[in-house]
């Protein structure tokens, strides 16, 4: 069945590269990525899971943690790290699941037959501290994802979890916010305390509250 935002991720078992996961205990009370791979030995996921690699400071420094999925055995994960390092520069510093028996893949509805009947699509779940999916990403297994954009979601969403905003078209960390329209003026003046503009009566617009 297919995942919306808002529903519980659904919670598993699985080996990775790192060991046996048990995917709720895991999490803790951290906030979660889980994003799934076509096949192993593909050029697209090897450039994916060193850019990955390499940003885990940025997720960790966020309080995110971060895990792969591919549909093949972590006997050939592990052997796929190998050029993974090489060719990225980047060893895999975070779990990869292993998901022969498709299992998580059908559990997180990331095979599209009318795609490809056994290979995942391109999945990204962001999970919240609640366990809940607060975005899901599908892409094609030919183009590559964005992850500074995964990242800059992630910086809304944390955002608009403790302030009353919400975050304009490309916004980036430290830019402007907007006032959510259910907050009153009168409310909004001790909540920001900077001021903002009124564009229009819904669209106000206020410095980022955390800043
Ligand atoms: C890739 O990662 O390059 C890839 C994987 C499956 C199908 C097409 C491309």
Redesign the pocket.
Known sequence: MAIRLGDMAPDFEADTTQGKLKFHEWLGSSWGVLFS???DF???????LGTVAKLKPEFDKRNVKVAGLSVDSVVDHERWAGDIQETQGAALNFPLIGDPDRKVSNLYDMIHPNA?DT?TVRSVFIIGPDKKVKLSLTYP??T?RNFDEILRVIDSLQLTANHQVATPANWKDGEDCIIVTSLSDADAKGKFPKGWKTLKPYLRVTPQPNK
Not at 42 to 48: A, I, K, L, Q, R
């Open positions: 791979h076509p096949k593909t050029p697209v996921c090897t450039t994916e490809s290979l297994a030919s590559g």
